[in-house]
């Protein structure tokens, strides 16, 4: 019994250790969180209700958060300026209407700012998505600041041609800047995947980053083209718990999940639904 206790002592010892070793290792990385949609309607796993959505913002403008652009992010990196203390950066990908709807209102009421990435050619089409109109409103206001998620949200990976891929990625920061008369400074790949050549292009098209998810923490280096953003999705319920787990538990989530998908990759399901991730 003794030589168990002793056991025990040293291996949670050494847990705390290691968990301490990995999220001093990413000290210096800054949340990113990615939303799609916010309804009381719609029941997948990539939408929030509005009570959901309300209490998660609550918490980061009561809980000693500080909410930032990417312009700032980027700014801070590059010597332009510091960031502040617990700075996190809202995102939102697709443009729902939604986001107009409801997520809208709510950062005005708690006067937070967020980027809405725009697939260009769902614009004034789609019944479920925002109109032109709609997007200047939210942009004029400082709340929200639009950018790009390319023309029609075809899969990075699956563009061949790079004449195709400076379509969707070009053509889309054209849109905007042309309807919207402002700079387009930033990409979000659709459902986060990126090739090599995508980020190449990305940067020769004039945007400053562009945006991924991976359930990390967005860092100064290696460099800006794939910034990690934390999924606020995924889960049958997005409860104020887990929403904490996923922002403050990143540096410990993001590995578990890389794992998991790897175990799943090697043929190893059933191995895989052992790692729960909130």
């Known amino acids: 019994m003794r030589k168990l206790f002793i056991f025990l002592i040293i291996l949670i010892s050494a847990a705390g250790s290691f968990l301490t070793w990995l999220f001093n290792r990413e000290k210096d990385g800054v949340p990113i969180l990615i939303y799609h949609q916010v309804n009381d309607i719609d029941k997948d796993s990539k939408t929030l209700t509005v009570e959901q959505f309300d209490a998660q913002m609550k918490y980061l403008a009561e809980g000693g958060y500080n909410v930032i652009t990417p312009d700032e992010l980027l700014d801070a990196w590059e010597g332009n300026g510091t960031l502040p203390e617990n ?3 809202i995102t ?6 939604d986001i107009y709807k409801n997520v809208f209102p709510i950062l005005q009421k708690y006067k937070l700012r967020a980027t809405f990435f725009l697939i260009t050619d769902y614009v004034n089409l789609y019944p ?9 409103e939210m942009q004029a206001s400082g709340f929200v600041d639009i950018e790009s998620h390319t023309l029609n949200h075809k899969l990075m990976t699956e563009i061949y041609s790079r004449d195709k891929l400076w379509d969707q990625l070009y053509g889309s920061k054209q849109a905007i800047e042309w309807y919207l008369k402002k700079p387009v400074n930033y990409i979000a790949y659709p459902d986060g995947k990126y090739t090599v050549e995508a980020e190449a ?15 990390g923490l967005a860092h100064k280096e290696p460099q800006h083209y794939i910034l990690d953003r934390i999924p606020i999705m995924g889960a049958n319920s997005h409860t104020l ?5 996923r922002l403050n538990g990143a540096p410990l989530i993001a590995p578990l999940y890389r794992f998991k998908n790897k175990l799943i990759k090697d043929g190893n399901p059933e191995v895989a639904d052992l790692i729960w991730i909130p």
Request: neutral net charge; aromatic residues 24%; charged residues 25%.
């Open 87 to 89: 700075p996190v950066v």
């Open 92 to 97: 939102f990908d697709d443009a729902h209407i």
């Open 128 to 136: 479920n998505y925002i109109t032109w109109d709609q997007a200047r």
């Open 201 to 215: 292009v990305s940067k020769e098209a004039g945007y400053r980053a562009g945006f991924t998810f991976d359930y």
């Open 241 to 245: 718990f887990r929403f904490k787990m």
